[in-house]
């Protein structure tokens, strides 16, 4: 997952069991989720996630009748310390780049690992690299 990877995001009228049926349809098709996280707005489920195979995830999705907008992130590595994520924020925010979403993928070894969507995948990328 190091740089830059794909998030698949599917929009979903928020119910019970919606994080188990759309587990479910993945799990059924041998594909892995990575990464998932899930919120709830105004009665809409927003889940975003990485898998194992992202293309036949979406298409499973979207045939089960989902919304889904695949979009790419920039994963970076940082020292799981305070003002780690500001230090990132930052250089972003300098070269006049809008942060989008971000959201922690894991911690690890003193390490975290934290996925970044922003307005412009290419020059984030570029400004982060030293963090991937």
Do not use: C, W
């Amino acid at each position: 997952m190091k740089g830059g990877t794909k998030e698949i995001v599917i929009i979903a009228k928020d119910r019970v069991g919606l994080l188990a049926d759309i587990s479910a349809i993945l799990a059924q098709n041998n594909i892995n989720i990575e990464s998932v996280s899930v919120e709830v707005v105004k009665g809409k489920a927003v889940m975003r996630m990485s898998t194992s195979g992202e293309k036949k995830a979406i298409n499973l999705l979207k045939k089960a009748k989902y919304e889904v907008i695949s979009s790419d992130v920039v994963v970076v590595k940082l020292a799981d310390q305070p003002g780690q994520l500001s230090k990132i924020a930052r250089i972003l925010a300098d070269a006049g780049m809008n942060i989008e979403n971000v959201h922690l993928l894991f911690k690890a070894g003193g390490k975290v690992f934290i996925a970044i969507k922003a307005e412009d995948h290419g020059k984030a990328a570029e400004l982060l690299k030293n963090y991937v």
